[in-house]
C-alpha cells in the first residue's frame, strides 16, 4: 500500500528542490575528491574526460533518477516497484547502502565539526599528522574516556541530532528551509576559500599543477574510468537520492532543465574548490621549500593532516580561515546526508504507511548508535571496509543494473516522454542511447575491472 499521492509532501517551489539537489551534489567528494583526481589525471587536460563523462552519462543517468522518481511519485523501492514487482528489490539494495554510507559520511562530518572548533587555537600544534592519528583518534587525548571519544561522539551526535531536526520537519519546511540558509553560506564560503587560495604567495604554482594540461592522458583509458566514476560519485548517483528528491517535485515542473542546474552547479562548486585548494597547497609547497607533489593529496590526509598543516603557515587569520575551511565541509557533508538520510526514511514511509516523524526518529535513532562505533578504536578500520565496500557494491553495481532494467527490460521512452512533456528544454534519441549503452556499459567495464582488483 503506497501513500495517497495527493497527501505526499511537495516543494514549496522548482528553487528550494534545485537548491536541495545541488546541496545533495556538493559534498565531500567536491572538496577532497575532484581537485585531486584533476591534478593526478593530467591538469586541465582532464576536464576532457569530465565533461564527457558529464554529458554521456552523468546528466542522462540524473534525468533518468528524476524522470522516474518524479513520474512515479515514490522513492527508488517505490519507484522499481510500479515498474515491475520484483525490481523493488534493487531499491531496497540501493537504499540500505545508502544508509550505510550515511552512517560512514556522518563520522567525517563529526570529524569536520571537531576540526572547526580546533582550528581557533590549532590544538593540532606543528604536528597535525600525529595529532590526528595518535591524540585524535587513539587513546592518547583527554576527550577519551574508557575507550570512547567522546568529541567524536558529541560531533555525531550534533550530525545526526540536525538532520533528525531538518527532516522531521518535513520536504518544504525541513530540506528546502534548511537548502535555502545552507547552499547561500556554502557558495560564499567557497568563494571566500578561493580568493584566499588564489591569493597566497606561491598559489600560482599549486594551479599550474592543477590546471597545466597533459593531454597524453587521454590516451590512458583508466583516466577515462576515473572520470566516469567521479561524475556518479559526484551527482550522488545510484543512491535512490534524486528518485526520492524528484518525487516531491510538483506534477508539472521541469525535470530536464532542473537536471542540468543541478549538474552545472556541481561542477562549477568543484571547480572553485579545486582552485582555492590548489592555491593553499601551492603556498604551503612553496613556504617549506619543498616539490608540490610533496605537498599534494586527497581525502582524509587532505582535510585533516595536510590543510591544518597550511592554516599553520598562513600568513594571518589562522584560526578564522581554518572556521571557514572546516564550516565548508561541514555544511556540504550535512546537505548531503541530509538527502542520504531521506532517501532511506521516505523508502520506508512509502513502504511501511508510517508517520514521517516516527520513521525520521527510528532512523535518525539508529543511524547515530551505528556510527558511534567509530567514535572507539574500531573507527578507522571500519571506516577502511566501508569506503572500500561504498564504491564498489553501492553506486557502480547499482548504476549498472538500474541502467540496464531501465534500457532494456523496460521502455525507456516512457521516462522520455513523461520528461518531455513537463521539461522546456527536450531529451532525443540521444539520451536513451546514453543510458542504454554508454552509461551501461561503462559501469559494466568498471564492475569488471573492480572484481578483477578485487581477485587480484
Ligand atoms: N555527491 C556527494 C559528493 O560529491 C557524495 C554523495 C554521494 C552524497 C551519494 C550523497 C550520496 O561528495
Ligand atoms: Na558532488
Keep these: 500500500m503506497e501513500q495517497s499521492e495527493e497527501n505526499r509532501d511537495q516543494w514549496g517551489s522548482r528553487f528550494g528542490f534545485i537548491l536541495a539537489a545541488?546541496?545533495?551534489?556538493?559534498?565531500?567528494?567536491?572538496?577532497?575528491?575532484?581537485?585531486?583526481?584533476?591534478?593526478?589525471?593530467?591538469?586541465?587536460?582532464?576536464?576532457?574526460?569530465?565533461?564527457?563523462?558529464?554529458?554521456?552519462?552523468?546528466?542522462?543517468?540524473?534525468?533518468?533518477e528524476m524522470g522516474l522518481g518524479h513520474k512515479m511519485?515514490?522513492?527508488?523501492?517505490?519507484?522499481?516497484?510500479?515498474?515491475?514487482?520484483?525490481?523493488e528489490t534493487l531499491g531496497w539494495w540501493s537504499v540500505l547502502i545508502t544508509f550505510v554510507v550515511t552512517v560512514y559520511y556522518s563520522v567525517i562530518v563529526a570529524w569536520a565539526i571537531n576540526f572547526m572548533s580546533y582550528s581557533f587555537n590549532q590544538v593540532w600544534g606543528a604536528t597535525p599528522n600525529k595529532f590526528f592519528f595518535k591524540e585524535y583518534l587513539q587513546m592518547t587525548s583527554f576527550w577519551n574516556i574508557g575507550g570512547i571519544r567522546f568529541n567524536i561522539l558529541a560531533g555525531l551526535a550534533l550530525v545526526w541530532g540536525l538532520n533528525g531536526f531538518i527532516l522531521y520537519n518535513g520536504i518544504k519546511e525541513g530540506i528546502e528551509k534548511a537548502a535555502k540558509i545552507f547552499m547561500p553560506i556554502l557558495a560564499l564560503l567557497v568563494v571566500l576559500i578561493t580568493i584566499r587560495g588564489v591569493t597566497l604567495p606561491g598559489a600560482i604554482n599549486g594551479l599550474n599543477h592543477f590546471l597545466k594540461p597533459d593531454f597524453s592522458v587521454l590516451l590512458n583509458p583508466n583516466v577515462w574510468v576515473s572520470a566516469y566514476g567521479q561524475v556518479f560519485f559526484t551527482l550522488s548517483l545510484g543512491f535512490g537520492i534524486m528518485i526520492a528528491y524528484a518525487s516531491y517535485l510538483p506534477k508539472k515542473e521541469d525535470v530536464v532543465n532542473n537536471a542540468f542546474i543541478t549538474a552545472f552547479a556541481n561542477s562549477g562548486f568543484s571547480f572553485l574548490a579545486g582552485l582555492g585548494i590548489f592555491g593553499v597547497l601551492g603556498y604551503m609547497a612553496q613556504a617549506k621549500g619543498i616539490p608540490f607533489k610533496e605537498v599534494a593529496t586527497d581525502g582524509i590526509g587532505l582535510a585533516f593532516i595536510a590543510f591544518p598543516k597550511a592554516i599553520n603557515m598562513l600568513p594571518g587569520m589562522q584560526g578564522f580561515f581554518g572556521f571557514l575551511f572546516f564550516l565548508c565541509l561541514t555544511i556540504a557533508g550535512i546537505s548531503s546526508t541530509m538527502s542520504l538520510v531521506e532517501s532511506?526514511?521516505?523508502?520506508?514511509?512509502?513502504?511501511?504507511?508510517?508517520?514521517?516523524?516516527?520513521?525520521?526518529?527510528?532512523?535518525?535513532?539508529?543511524?547515530?548508535?551505528?556510527?558511534?562505533?567509530?567514535?572507539?578504536?574500531?573507527?578507522?578500520?571500519?571506516?577502511?571496509?566501508?569506503?572500500?565496500?561504498?564504491?564498489?557494491?553501492g553506486l557502480v553495481i547499482v548504476?549498472?543494473?538500474?541502467?540496464?532494467?531501465?534500457?532494456?527490460?523496460?521502455?525507456?521512452?516512457?521516462?522520455?516522454?513523461?520528461?518531455n512533456q513537463v521539461s522546456d528544454f527536450k531529451v532525443g534519441n540521444w539520451w536513451i542511447i546514453a543510458i542504454k549503452y554508454v552509461t551501461a556499459i561503462i559501469l559494466g567495464v568498471m564492475s569488471v575491472m573492480k572484481l578483477k582488483n578485487e581477485l587480484a
Design 344 to 393: 532511506f526514511s521516505s523508502s520506508v514511509i512509502d513502504k511501511f504507511q508510517i508517520k514521517r516523524k516516527q520513521a525520521i526518529a527510528l532512523v535518525c535513532g539508529l543511524g547515530f548508535l551505528a556510527s558511534t562505533i567509530f567514535a572507539t578504536g574500531m573507527g578507522l578500520v571500519v571506516l577502511d571496509v566501508v569506503d572500500h565496500f561504498i564504491l564498489n557494491y
Design 73 to 87: 511519485r515514490g522513492s527508488a523501492p517505490l519507484s522499481f516497484r510500479k515498474i515491475k514487482e520484483k525490481y
Design 22 to 64: 545541488i546541496g545533495s551534489a556538493v559534498g565531500l567528494g567536491n572538496i577532497w575528491r575532484f581537485p585531486y583526481m584533476t591534478y593526478e589525471n593530467g591538469g586541465g587536460a582532464f576536464l576532457i574526460p569530465y565533461f564527457f563523462a558529464l554529458l554521456t552519462a552523468g546528466i542522462p543517468l540524473l534525468i533518468l
Design 399 to 419: 548504476g549498472l543494473i538500474e541502467s540496464i532494467i531501465l534500457g532494456y527490460f523496460w521502455d525507456l521512452s516512457e521516462i522520455k516522454d513523461h520528461v
